[in-house]
């Protein structure tokens, strides 16, 4: 027997061609407007909790260990407890993506009962102010804080993520050792998706380049410790199509929840049938790195946080380069004669 | 009580799949993975608190070639992994606690 490195289970994972790790989107309605989601808020048929156990029992069978619960926010399903402890007899190692707004005395029976792997919960900023000038709901800060705080005290594996906008940038190290003082992770991302929702327009919140170039001048604590990681290897395929895949809540299959190029739907084919035979699944499957022509040969490469999802929301085909990493890469590379909408966010 | 006569079954805290002859397990609490071998899969699979190791051995040297020292040793060795990183424990409806030689 030997720990495994994560690069030894890459491999052993493509090798046979699994979804080890599944973002289940259980549902898209959500209790809060947060101005850069990507979700089309409330829009679809759900499946019902028949329909998911047959998907987690199909996930199960294709050898899937982990499967993270998120929305919307999860929590908002009424069957939720019941979603989760499926998923525990199931024996997958089960992550929840929530705002933690909802937790209430039923959620908290059911983690003293059953822990979930690891919880991710979304502070804005480390003011009220600022997070629910975001979140768009007053209270939520709070109500957020509260739930994090009897995780961490029960013992539950906890992160923090956040993502960075022309509201909230200026609170980010305040957020961060706020973070610290609960003695959980904190990961902020620059990275800001296109949304589903065409009618939202989440990009025009992003950091401006002035603002950006600013905070490196400075040689912000928080820009240095907690930016996008770097991407050293300068590898262009991620684990999207080939080790991890998502559902959304009406069924429609994706190769990850950031790359919404549609595999297939549920609600017609089997899962596995999708995994294994769809074309796109198999198209994503067959690219290398020399197919990302206008990244491939990028001198910013190894510092881009590239993500084909990016590339995909802008130009509806994932080999293209993303303006807005394009963009991101650049400041982080130090590109000073880089100007405001010359690429990315106007 | 000798080790091989004892029960063991695995944490609960350890979700585990076999992928062919592979098997991964991950740790719930520390979040460490873990491959096993054929062998290890065979072992582990078998590790449901209801057989003494000894009974297991026998059932897997079915599978093998082997001599049964041989068998033993390794998966002694294996035991002594899966019980340093926690990965099982020994049913406490054993009469004694099993002590390793």
């Known amino acids: ?346 | 009580m000798e080790f091989c006569e004892a029960y063991f079954k695995r944490n609960k805290e350890v979700v585990w799949r076999t992928l062919g002859d592979d098997c991964i397990l991950l740790h719930l609490e520390s979040g460490i993975y873990y491959t096993l071998n054929e062998e290890g899969r065979m072992l582990w699979e078998a590790l449901d608190g209801k057989n003494k190791l000894a009974e297991i051995q026998a059932k897997i040297m079915e599978q093998y070639e082997v001599d049964a020292g041989t068998m033993q040793k390794d998966l002694i060795e294996i035991m002594e992994d899966l019980i340093k990183e926690d990965l099982v424990e020994y049913d406490k409806n054993s009469f004694l606690e099993p002590k390793m030689s």
């Open chain 1, 1 to 346: 027997m030997k720990e495994a490195s994560l690069d030894h289970l890459s491999r052993i994972i493509q090798l046979k061609g699994i979804p080890f790790s599944v973002v289940f989107e259980i549902t898209d309605r959500c209790n809060l407007k947060c101005l850069h989601c990507y979700q089309e808020n409330g829009e679809k048929e759900e499946l019902s909790f028949h329909e998911i156990k047959v998907i987690l029992d199909d996930l199960e069978k294709l050898g899937t260990m982990k499967v993270t619960l998120t929305g919307g926010e999860p929590l908002l399903r009424e069957d939720f407890t019941e979603i989760f402890f499926y998923c525990s007899q199931k024996g997958f190692a089960t992550k929840l993506f929530t705002n933690a707004t909802l937790l209430n005395a039923e959620h908290k029976k059911a983690f003293l009962k059953k822990t979930p792997f690891a919880v991710e919960c979304s502070l804005y900023g480390a003011s009220a102010k600022t997070h629910e000038s975001i979140t768009g709901v007053a209270g939520s800060f709070e109500k957020t804080l509260a739930n994090i705080k009897w995780m961490v005290e029960k013992g539950i594996r906890v992160f923090v993520k956040s993502v960075v906008l022309c509201l909230n940038f200026h609170e980010m190290e305040g957020l961060d050792r706020l973070c610290h003082g609960l003695g959980v992770p904190f990961s902020p991302t620059l990275r800001v998706f296109p949304s589903c929702d065409p009618t939202r327009l989440p990009e025009r919140w992003r950091v401006k380049t002035k603002d950006l170039k600013a905070l490196r001048k400075m040689k912000s604590a928080f820009l240095k410790n907690h930016s996008d990681s770097d991407n050293p290897s300068g590898d262009l395929i991620c684990n999207a199509g080939r080790e991890a895949c998502c559902i959304n809540a009406e069924g429609k299959v994706y190769p990850c929840v950031a790359l919404r190029w549609e595999c297939g739907d549920v609600r017609k084919q089997s899962l596995p049938e999708i995994w294994v035979h769809s074309s796109v699944l198999q198209k994503i499957r067959s690219f290398h790195d020399k197919d990302f022509k206008g990244c491939f040969s990028c001198p910013w490469k190894k510092s881009c946080n590239f993500c084909p999802g990016m590339s995909f929301g802008e130009h509806g085909d994932m080999l293209l380069p993303s303006k807005e990493l394009c963009r991101l890469s650049a400041i982080r590379s130090g590109g000073d004669d880089l100007q405001e909408g010359s690429m990315g966010c106007e």
